[in-house]
């Protein structure tokens, strides 16, 4: 068992145990191919940079070698004393389960052994201004082993690489080699420093982890089905093995984590809560470990699930903000590489604002220059007509990350505004979030992800498949990244990001027009009980 089976679902890590041979030909969901393509190339790229700066200390290891080939190399190399270690491989511990490997192994210049060092392809830290606090990220430069505390970043929790780390201690430990000094690093999507971090407070939850989840895959411990957010991507959730698949088991049993997944079903379960039933029917207090919202809420939730309604109102009447020029806008990027498409919606009109070119590609300041300089002149003409302005979108998150991104990368371009232009725009009154609006109106028993919501207002996307994952494989095909570009695919991308403002809009006006007579409120949900 390798460190990434700590961090998931456990039935899923009890039925592919179980069941290998029922995995064999299910490929893997595009989205996860993608990431695990790109995470395969960050490393790449890191390896051939740090090598390159001193190759004299660097004993890489070969990765064309069979598993048992790789371990006997690594462990010959830190019997030799390399000072780095590229693609370390452990020997896996037949009475433990354990097996792992370390893209870096640096010597310890102080103490001997070695500190494990990751290569992930997420960030790690954000940039911030120093400023007096009572903690501060230790990093280090990564091709000259120097950790310090850094007032200049601020630490983006990761768990994951935090387990990864103490595995790979213990499986140092194992042999002898772990550093004393407790430590280890993570290199992030960035390549701008190592994210260095105290192993010592985590080792103890890492055994308790360890110790379940290999009871799990022994057979020792019992499991069942239970939604989480990875469901969504996982072979077991329609495909049955020992009878009815995840998804039928759940609807079977009415599962409360149907209406409250991942860490809310488990705060149920401790209080008794094992059906939707069960929660509908709730009439004592708030449980005092629930810190997933109004409680009240997830009740409703459970009594609007078990009426069949999509959505229910949270307020008398559902307002949004509305102005007398309307533009909505959807970008679509790639990962981490950039933000290619820039889709507007202005009376009607779609309007794309885009490159063709592979990201990362200097003509992706372009294509934003030129959506920045036309949304500003629509704004502009607005104001000077004496009409009000307002540009819609859902779920803002990505939109602002990647305006900011945009305007760093990008500064000095033509038609590129500076970040405090950006940082007046998204934080005015004419920058309108969708997602905020549906979030604050209406419990959402179903989800709130605009193809959840949208449909509810009558719309519906041309492409069955359309969706963030699969748009990620229809870009690497509509720019060519693995042979020559499909201008098919460049088609569907643009009617997949027409549709999502189209489905903005229609939404918007639904909820301004017809959504207080079509959906129930708070007081319809407020029995004990559902008779009917």
């Known amino acids: 068992m390798d460190a990434r089976a700590l961090i998931g679902c456990r039935h899923r890590l009890h039925l592919n145990a179980d069941h290998p041979e029922a995995l064999v030909g299910i490929s893997d969901d595009p989205g996860v191919r993608q990431r695990r393509e790109a995470a395969t190339l960050h490393r790449t790229r890191v390896r051939d940079a740090l090598v390159a700066a001193a190759p004299d200390i660097w004993v890489v290891i070969d990765p064309g070698l069979r598993a048992a080939e790789r371990a006997e190399a690594t462990l010959r190399a830190c019997a030799a004393g390399a000072q780095r270690i590229w693609g370390g491989l452990l020997p896996q511990e037949l009475d433990t389960g354990r097996r792992g490997g370390s893209e870096i192994l640096l010597r310890d210049p102080d103490r001997g052994g070695y500190i494990p060092i990751i290569v992930v392809n997420h960030k790690v830290t954000d940039p911030r201004q120093p400023e007096p606090a009572d903690f501060h990220p230790t990093t280090s430069d990564p091709y000259h082993w120097h950790p310090r505390p850094d007032p200049h970043r601020k630490l983006r929790p990761q768990p994951r690489d935090q387990h990864r780390l103490a595995h790979l201690h213990r499986m140092l430990q194992r042999h002898g080699l772990a550093s004393p000094a407790l430590v280890g690093g993570v290199i992030g999507y960035h390549f701008d420093r190592i994210l260095v971090h105290d192993l010592s407070p985590l080792l103890a939850d890492y055994d308790q982890r360890y110790a379940d989840r290999i009871a799990v895959v022994r057979g020792e411990l019992p499991t069942v089905p239970s939604k989480v957010p990875e469901c969504r991507q996982c072979p077991w959730w329609k495909r049955g093995i020992e009878g009815p698949s995840c998804e039928d088991w759940l609807i079977e049993r009415r599962d409360v984590s149907l209406v409250a997944p991942g860490s809310r079903a488990e705060v149920l379960h401790r209080h008794g809560v094992e059906t939707i039933d069960d929660l509908a029917a709730w009439a004592g207090p708030d449980p005092?470990?629930?810190?997933?919202?109004?409680?009240?809420?997830?009740?409703?939730?459970?009594?609007?699930?078990?009426?069949?309604?999509?959505?229910?109102?949270?307020?008398?009447?559902?307002?949004?903000?509305?102005?007398?020029?309307?533009?909505?806008?959807?970008?679509?990027?790639?990962?981490?590489?950039?933000?290619?498409?820039?889709?507007?919606?202005?009376?009607?009109?779609?309007?794309?604002?885009?490159?063709?070119?592979?990201?990362?590609?200097?003509?992706?300041?372009?294509?934003?220059?030129?959506?920045?300089?036309?949304?500003?002149?629509?704004?502009?003409?607005?104001?000077?007509?004496?009409?009000?302005?307002?540009?819609?979108?859902?779920?803002?998150?990505?939109?602002?990350?990647?305006?900011?991104?945009?305007?760093?990368?990008?500064?000095?371009?033509?038609?590129?505004?500076?970040?405090?232009?950006?940082?007046?725009?998204?934080?005015?009154?004419?920058?309108?979030?969708?997602?905020?609006?549906?979030?604050?109106?209406?419990?959402?028993?179903?989800?709130?992800?605009?193809?959840?919501?949208?449909?509810v207002a009558g719309f519906a996307w041309r492409d069955p498949e359309a969706g963030g994952e699969a748009s990620m494989s229809w870009y690497r095909l509509a720019v060519g990244y693995d042979g020559a570009p499909d201008l098919t695919q460049r088609t569907r991308l643009l009617e997949y990001n027409e549709d999502d403002v189209r489905a903005t809009q229609v939404l918007r006006e639904w909820m301004t027009r017809r959504a207080d007579g079509e959906v129930p409120g708070l007081a319809d949900f407020d029995r004990r009980t559902i008779a009917t």
């Open 288 to 455: 005092e470990d629930w810190q997933h919202g109004p409680f009240d809420e997830a009740v409703v939730t459970a009594r609007a699930w078990i009426a069949g309604a999509p959505l229910v109102r949270r307020v008398e009447s559902v307002r949004v903000r509305r102005a007398d020029v309307e533009v909505d806008v959807d970008l679509e990027s790639f990962q981490e590489y950039g933000a290619y498409l820039w889709g507007t919606l202005l009376d009607g009109v779609y309007r794309p604002f885009v490159t063709w070119d592979p990201l990362p590609t200097d003509d992706e300041g372009r294509s934003f220059g030129e959506f920045w300089t036309w949304l500003m002149t629509v704004r502009a003409e607005a104001a000077a007509a004496g009409k009000t302005f307002a540009a819609y979108c859902y779920s803002r998150t990505a939109e602002d990350k990647w305006l900011y991104e945009s305007a760093r990368r990008f500064a000095g371009r033509p038609g590129v505004p500076t970040v405090d232009q950006v940082r007046a725009f998204v934080d005015g009154p004419q920058w309108v979030d969708m997602f905020q609006a549906v979030s604050d109106q209406f419990i959402c028993p179903n989800g709130k992800g605009l193809k959840k919501i949208a449909p």
